[in-house]
């Protein structure tokens, strides 16, 4: 929420701040601020008052905005100042791209080794899933839904998968949370459950169907709210011309 008074009421004043980690948490406050969409994309940064809201002074923001263009979510243009960066519509495609490959495949290669409290833990995040959804919870529904799909990068102990997963999360991030509606949720419940059922039968052929088509779904869904929202896209004028489309899903 944002007033005249304190337009970054939103954003969580660190609660110590020393010499070395001011930056690191003026950087995970705006990181934060941003994924969740509480800093729209196209949105003008005022440094001054993010300076007020976190009780720094403006190094640790200057240096928190360099680190946050690195990771696309800030643009800074000379004598303009700094905005939140649209979403690239390209970026997420090709991350969902990386993300189908790997995901499928590790699924592949976990089942049929794994453990029994793989299987606990999934039945524990299923029911936590399904109570954010009653409760219309889509922040701790987003937290859940990533929680799934790390409870099987974990039991894989494959680090460098899941670094390549987490790497590109951010933009990823943004760009679902602007398609989070309660029959969304619904659906990622139903989607998350056909893969659990795969993994449940040993059957890795029919949980890597269940990944892509989940992940597929997301993407065709991300789509048309692009189509719709161009302006909250960097590219979302191009949408739907010269075939753009015709390359998702990736079967």
Do not use: W
């Amino acid at each position: 929420m944002r007033t005249e008074a304190d337009p970054y009421q939103f954003l969580e004043r660190p609660t110590t701040l020393s010499r070395g980690s001011v930056t690191v948490d003026v950087t995970n406050a705006l990181r934060q601020a941003i994924v969740t969409l509480a800093m729209a994309p196209g949105q003008t940064i005022d440094k001054g008052a993010v300076c007020e809201r976190l009780g720094v002074s403006r190094f640790p923001v200057s240096e928190a905005l360099a680190r946050l263009q690195v990771d696309g979510l800030v643009d800074i243009a000379p004598q303009r100042g700094s905005t939140v960066s649209l979403v690239r519509i390209a970026d997420v495609r090709e991350y969902m791209l990386i993300r189908k490959g790997l995901e499928s495949e590790a699924l592949r290669v976990l089942i049929g080794s794994h453990n029994a409290s793989l299987i606990e833990d999934l039945h524990a995040n299923m029911a936590a899933q399904r109570a954010a959804a009653s409760r219309d919870d889509a922040d701790g529904f987003h937290a859940i839904d990533i929680e799934f799909h790390d409870i099987i990068f974990r039991a894989m102990r494959f680090t460098r998968i899941k670094n390549i997963i987490d790497g590109a999360r951010a933009n990823l991030d943004r760009a679902r949370r602007l398609i989070i509606t309660p029959r969304r949720l619904n659906l990622t419940i139903a989607e998350h459950q056909a893969i659990f059922d795969g993994i449940l039968a040993n059957d890795n052929t029919r949980a890597a169907q269940a990944i892509r088509a989940h992940i597929d779904a997301v993407m065709v869904e991300l789509f048309a709210f692009a189509r719709q929202n161009p302006d909250l896209f960097a590219d979302g004028e191009t949408l739907g011309k010269a075939g753009e489309l015709d390359s998702f899903p990736f079967g």
